[in-house]
Each structure stands twice: as C-alpha cells, then as structure tokens.
C-alpha cells in the first residue's frame, strides 16, 4: 500500500521565521512529488518534482526532492500570516493514482 | 474557463439516503479523482480515472461507487448513506501526472453532512 507521511503535524513560528516541513514515502512505480497548500477552500499548486537534487523556488518558497532517501521537503523563508495554512504533500504512481499525506498545518503569528 | 466543476456545494442527507455528486472538467485531462477530507486530515483517495470506460478503487471506496462514461464527467455516488461519510469531497482531474502541468486541479469541494 503507497504510504506518505508528513512531519511535523502542526508548526506554530513568528513573523520571519524559518520553517521546513517534510514528507516521505513509500510507493510502488514512484513518478513524481507535489506540494500544494491549502487555505479555507481546495489546495492550490506549489511544486512538482520528479528528480533529485534539483530545488524548485517560487519567492520565499522552496523545495526539493531525494529519491535515494524517499523524502522531500518544502522551505520557507521570511515566514508572513498570509503563508499560514495547511501543506500538503501528495505522491504519482505510475498506474495514475495520487496518494496525499496528512499534511502539515502552519500558523504564523504576527 | 470553468476547470474542475462539482455540484451540490452543500448537502445534508439523512442515513439511508442516496445521492450522486457531479464532477466535470472542461481541459481535456484523461486523470480524474475523487478525495474525501475529514476535519485535520490529508485528502483520502476514493476512485480515480485513468480513461473513459476505466476506474480503480483508492484508499477508501467502501460505500461509494463511479462511472466514467466521458472524458468530462466522473461522478460518484453514495449509497446507503452513513455519519461516517460526513465530510469534504473534492473532485480533481490532471494531464499524467509525471508530465509538467501534469498537477492536480482541484474542483471547489462538496460538503456533505449525514444525519
């Protein structure tokens, strides 16, 4: 069975702060990482990654990905409130399926 | 451009009842989905699509069932409906999804209630 868990859970920072959120896996016919963030509605995009060791960068957002060691993590630098939400990390098999952790929630206090 | 659209918004059934949410996509997307979110938790794989004509059972398909008779539609319904099925559900569609703009689009979610 694909399995993809996230760590921590919860994550409350201030302002400015530093934050790396985690996500590793176990799947059969590994295709690709996502991330995406969730606010009060659907999740919206962030990354996708399908090779290791290459960062995907967005702003203060950024992610990369290990195949060797299975996991993945998303960064973000200059945390603000608006960046509060939950993360979610989701795994492509190659049959078509889209396995989803539990995801992180962050709260940024100002 | 409507992308992923899911209806009802709301519903509230009552145990025992059935329903059928809607699901249709206008980008052409060969992949759709169907997540349930329960308070806190990470989305939970009910059915996907790989085709017209094709579906498979996700992580948690016990008391839902799918058709894919188009590109565009997948819907799910609810049989005998339970409190354990009170939740989110998102419908979701993607190009394959090892491909660039191969990411999920997400449908705006149906909340579901039963009483």
């Known amino acids: 069975e694909d399995k993809v868990v996230q760590s921590p859970l919860s994550l409350v920072v201030h302002e400015g702060d530093t934050v790396t959120l985690n996500c590793s896996y176990e799947v059969t016919n590994f295709r690709s990482l996502l991330w995406y963030k969730q606010e009060k509605k659907a999740p919206t995009f962030l990354f996708m990654l399908?090779?290791?060791?290459i960062e995907k960068k967005s702003g203060r957002l950024s992610s990369i990905l290990d195949k060797k060691e299975l996991f993945s993590i998303l960064n973000i630098t200059a945390t603000q409130t608006g960046d509060s939400a939950i993360y979610l990390c989701a795994v492509g098999a190659g049959a078509g399926k889209s396995t989803f952790g539990d995801g992180t929630t962050l709260t940024v206090k100002p | 451009n409507a992308g992923v659209t899911q209806t009802p918004k709301f519903r509230i059934l009552k145990i025992g009842q059935s329903m059928t949410l809607q699901c249709t996509q206008d980008?052409?997307?060969?992949?759709m989905y169907w997540y349930r979110q329960d308070p806190g938790m990470g989305l939970k794989l009910i059915y996907y699509?790989?085709?017209?004509?094709?579906?498979d059972k996700g992580e948690v398909p016990n008391g839902y069932n799918v058709s894919r008779s188009t590109t565009e539609d997948f819907p799910l319904r609810l049989e005998l409906a339970a409190p354990s099925q009170t939740s989110v559900y998102f419908c979701a569609s993607s190009s394959p999804i090892w491909t660039p703009g191969g990411e999920l689009f997400f449908g705006e979610g149906s909340r579901l209630t039963v009483l």
């Open positions: 980008m052409n997307h060969n992949y």
């Open positions: 399908t090779s290791s060791g």
């Open positions: 699509s790989v085709g017209a004509g094709i579906t």
